[in-house]
């Protein structure tokens, strides 16, 4: 245990099924933030994500979490800003939500009742039918024609005659068969519905946040994210026997159920006695906004070219609580909404654009060294051979670039240190490519 520090492991918590997750490696960069930080001094981390490094360093450290997702603002918000939630009043809040008069729920209820019997009979054609033509939003920009297509309509004249053409309906009518089944959809709009009623300004956060982490969990895909739906078919045109096991284990589960034990998860939370400091913007932004009290720079920006808001867009609309423009796609000289129904201008990330990535590196070592404070930078190393995922930017690009801003380059892997040449790299990317990197940079 490093002189001056508490342990604190327990401040391990989980939010989101997010990539490149940190949730294993907290020990490991908790250690080396401590090592390089005074204690008392505070912490940015710069990436936030998910929240959980800025979760763990905050029973250590006053923590700055930045990123430019709102999703993470919220989600920071939730883990590190004090709230007036008790079980008792969130037992009270599902509970009013069970017992909403909901208008929506009847009005969906033809598209409801035909995926639910499709999952009860196993009809694998209409449920495929679902997931690639589901997204009603979708059915009204493009007037596909598909075996839901009378249900889509039906539905439709429901929501118009109800005047549930908006917010209230949102999540229903552009994800709900997609990435959620219709029943899930509309549990969702039902909470966000009563979150938008809540009086409490300071608790809104921590109700948000548990639907960001029942959405998640309960998204009908591979991984657990929103890159794309199931591809429900191969190369072939047969459908996969996938459709059938995702649905029976995804599209069934009780969202309100799975709210509720989230919801009870963030009340119980440890909370530290240090002030935190959420900040949303680009990264260069939050660097010129950090509070004085800042020592040490924790990065874990993104080194492939996938782009983190095509993963988690539908959370992003869930936090933003707007009504997205779906972006499109050109197909053979011809316009279509995006396969994964993304937002229209969402965020492109320098890191993942292998022309600019070096220098948004670099822009960060120059503001973080001019400042003197010290930066840790995790990296992934790669390995060609194994043909894992290529990064942008190499970790001899990266160590390089740091050498000329930074007086100690130093990089650390778990259980060994190595100093900072350049060529001392090398067995960090033949050991292993699932290994995390540290490489510690500063001015002293």
């Not at 279509?336 to 948004?360: E, M």
Request: charge should be neutral; include cysteine; proline fraction near 4%.
């Amino acid at each position: 245990m490093i002189p001056g520090y508490t342990d604190n492991t327990n401040f391990c918590f989980r939010t989101l099924n997010y990539l490149g997750c940190k949730l294993r490696l907290l020990d490991f960069i908790e250690e080396h933030v401590k090592r390089v930080t005074p204690a008392g001094a505070g912490v940015c981390d710069l990436f936030a994500g998910s929240g959980c490094v800025s979760y763990r360093l905050s029973s250590c450290f006053p923590v700055t979490a930045c990123d430019i997702q709102h999703y993470s603002k919220i989600i920071c918000s939730a883990l590190l800003q004090p709230n007036t939630l008790t079980d008792d009043i969130a037992n009270s809040f599902v509970n009013g939500i069970r017992k909403r008069s909901n208008v929506l729920l009847d009005s969906f209820a033809p598209l409801i009742e035909l995926e639910s019997d499709a999952i009860r009979t196993k009809n694998l054609e209409v449920l495929t039918e679902i997931i690639e033509h589901g997204s009603l939003e979708v059915f009204n920009l493009e007037q596909s024609n598909s075996l839901i297509s009378p249900g889509q309509i039906q539905v439709n004249d429901n929501l118009k005659k109800a005047g549930l053409m908006g917010k209230e309906s949102l999540f229903s009518r552009y994800y709900g068969g997609v990435y959620f089944s219709y029943l899930q959809a509309v549990q969702i709009d039902t909470i966000m519905a009563a979150i938008k009623q809540y009086p409490i300004e300071k608790d809104i956060s921590v109700l948000l946040a548990a639907l960001l982490s029942t959405a998640s969990d309960v998204a009908c895909t591979v991984g657990k994210h929103f890159a794309q739906p199931i591809k429900a078919r191969d190369s072939k045109g047969r459908i996969k026997p996938l459709v059938y096991n995702k649905a029976i284990k995804d599209k069934t589960l009780d969202v309100i159920a799975l709210y509720w034990e989230w919801l009870q998860k963030y009340i119980s939370l440890k909370k530290s006695d240090f002030q935190h400091t959420i900040l949303q913007g680009d990264y260069m932004d939050c660097l010129n906004k950090l509070p004085d009290n800042v020592q040490t720079v924790y990065a874990d920006p993104p080194y492939t070219r996938d782009h983190y808001s095509r993963f988690y867009h539908v959370l992003e609309t869930m936090a933003l609580n707007d009504m997205p423009t779906i972006s499109t796609v050109k197909i053979h000289g011809k316009t279509h909404v995006s396969n994964g129904i993304y937002r229209d201008g969402r965020h492109q990330s320098p890191f993942c654009i292998k022309t600019k990535a070096l220098k948004a590196f670099e822009n960060m070592f120059i503001t973080v060294s001019a400042t003197n404070k010290t930066l840790l930078l995790s990296y992934s190393p790669y390995n060609e051979a194994k043909e894992s995922h290529p990064r942008v930017v190499t970790i001899e690009q990266l160590i390089s670039c740091a050498r000329r801003y930074f007086d100690n380059v130093n990089v650390v892997s778990a259980g060994h240190f190595t100093h900072n040449k350049l060529n001392s790299t090398e067995h960090f990317l033949e050991s292993s490519d699932e290994a995390e990197v540290l490489i510690i940079c500063d001015n002293r």
